[in-house]
């Protein structure tokens, strides 16, 4: 069954980086894109980019534009997100999901989201 | 503040219905028909129940709807069962960023 398995749990210090990965398993990896959303404690959903896996191209959230990377290695179906420079309010769940097939008829990556990974707790403290 | 607007929370009973409102723009909603909507039980990832305003992905059962008209898409759910608690989200999609709603909280009394 498709599925999308996420690393374990980080603790980061201020000003640290974090790489979280996304290893999928039951489809073509680079025939859909791959999005990250986070989710601080009780609060919503935020989206931050989606990676198209076939070309490596990305988008990502304005608010996330120059301290977030995603990427990906075709080799072992892994899609990374990397935050850097984090803050305490960086705290959060992070989840990796599947977006549509990659089209060139109809280009709409943020379409839906399914299925998405189980979420990485990231937590931010000093 | 999220550009789409969910009322925090809704409530109903075993076997009645409930609709859960999500409002946004011309430019948000409105003029686009990929909404989708993502049910999330606590301590769990979301998942999808409605894309693309109204469709239903397999394994959903016919008892959640969604629907738009003009700038505020809906989601209903019928004969509400004590399994639908659960937080929900709208997310539209306008060619540019993802957008989510701040969420709803359903309690099933």
């Known amino acids: 069954q498709v599925q999308l398995v996420q690393s374990g749990a980080e603790v980061k210090k201020p000003g640290a980086s974090v790489k979280v990965s996304c290893k999928a398993s039951?489809?073509?990896?680079?025939?859909?894109?791959i999005h990250w959303m986070r989710q601080a404690p009780g609060q919503g959903l935020e989206w931050m980019g989606w990676i198209n896996p076939n070309s490596g191209v990305t988008n990502y959230a304005q608010n996330f534009q120059g301290w977030v990377s995603i990427t990906r290695d075709t080799s072992v179906s892994t899609a990374y997100m990397e935050l850097s420079r984090l803050k305490s309010d960086d705290t959060a769940v992070y989840f990796c999901a599947r977006g549509p097939r990659i089209s060139l008829i109809v280009v709409a990556p943020g379409r839906w989201f399914d299925p998405w990974g189980q979420g990485t707790l990231v937590t931010v403290s000093s | 503040q999220s550009a789409l607007t969910q009322p925090r929370s809704v409530s109903g009973s075993p076997g009645q219905s409930v609709t859960i409102s999500c409002t946004g723009t011309s430019s948000i909603v409105g003029g686009y028909n990929y909404v989708s909507w993502y049910q999330q039980h606590p301590g769990k990832a979301p998942e999808l129940i409605i894309y693309?305003?109204?469709e239903r992905p397999s394994g959903v059962p016919d008892r959640f709807s969604g629907s738009k008209s003009r700038n505020t898409a809906s989601l209903t759910i019928s004969g509400l069962q004590a399994e639908d608690e659960a937080d929900y989200y709208c997310?539209?999609?306008?060619?540019?960023?993802?957008?989510f709603g701040g969420g709803t909280k359903l309690s099933v009394l």
């Open positions: 039951g489809y073509t990896f680079t025939d859909y894109y």
């Open positions: 693309d305003v109204s």
């Open positions: 997310c539209s999609y306008t060619g540019g960023p993802v957008v």
